[in-house]
């Protein structure tokens, strides 16, 4: 069974652009969350989809958002760009929604803002 | 304010030795406890997840243990290897599936 997909892997952009990232969740996956990783902060979550409704968002500003397709599939968008959106962000998908399951990681994307 | 703490925050041993590494975190309103393996540059591997229901659960070489009433979690990794050095991350989940995560600790096997 494929993993959780995410793409693009690298992207560099500058500060003011918007950017879109996308994230495959595992087949019969239908949550899929959304984390930032920063040396500084860590691990951060961003946001939950279910269903394609956002169930629970975390404490970031609304230049933050996202959405969930049908297939279960989920984009993050971040508008606006600043110096301290770099960092890695990760998706994560889970068989239901509740927080009884595993959650299983994408390889990331690797976002660089200049 | 709810925390997950992982000390140390690095960790060297030499091959064959057992790791232990600890996660404590300050609400006992645990949901469960989900134990992961970063490598440099890389996305997040799930090793093991404890329901606020079990006390433990082990995987091959790996072991890992819930205490709510004192809030810790502690993963043992038997024999270590060379293969095993990587970031280890704890997170604490709630029951809307979100997971508040410890720095980590970076271990370093030693042939």
């Known amino acids: 069974k494929a993993g959780v997909t995410q793409t693009p892997r690298y992207l560099i952009k500058t500060r003011g652009q918007q950017v879109t990232l996308s994230c495959s969740p595992i087949s019969g996956h239908r949550s899929v969350s959304w984390y930032q990783q920063t040396p500084g902060q860590g691990l951060q979550f961003l946001f939950e989809?279910?269903?394609?409704?956002?169930?629970n968002k975390g404490n970031f500003p609304g230049r933050f958002s996202g959405r969930q397709f049908s297939n279960s599939r989920s984009e993050m968008n971040v508008s606006t760009l600043e110096l301290g959106d770099s960092a890695l962000y990760l998706c994560?998908?889970?068989?239901?929604?509740?927080?009884?399951?595993?959650?299983?990681f994408g390889p990331g994307t690797r976002l660089t803002v200049l | 304010k709810q925390e997950v703490t992982q000390i140390p925050a690095a960790l060297s041993v030499p091959e064959g030795e057992n790791l232990v590494l600890n996660c404590s975190f300050t609400d006992s309103a645990i949901y469960n406890l989900q134990w992961f393996r970063q490598d440099p540059g890389k996305g997040l591997t799930s090793l093991l997840l404890i329901q606020s229901s079990q006390r433990e659960q082990t995987s091959g070489r790996l072991n890992a243990s819930l205490d709510k009433s004192s809030g810790r979690s502690t993963l043992y990794i038997a024999a270590s290897q060379p293969g095993d050095s990587a970031t280890y991350l704890c997170?604490?989940?709630?029951?809307?599936?979100?997971?508040?995560f410890g720095a980590g600790t970076q271990v370093v096997v030693t042939p």
């Open positions: 997170a604490r989940g709630d029951s809307w599936g979100k997971l508040q």
């Open positions: 994560a998908s889970s068989l239901a929604y509740g927080g009884a399951d595993t959650q299983y």
């Open positions: 989809y279910f269903s394609e409704t956002q169930r």
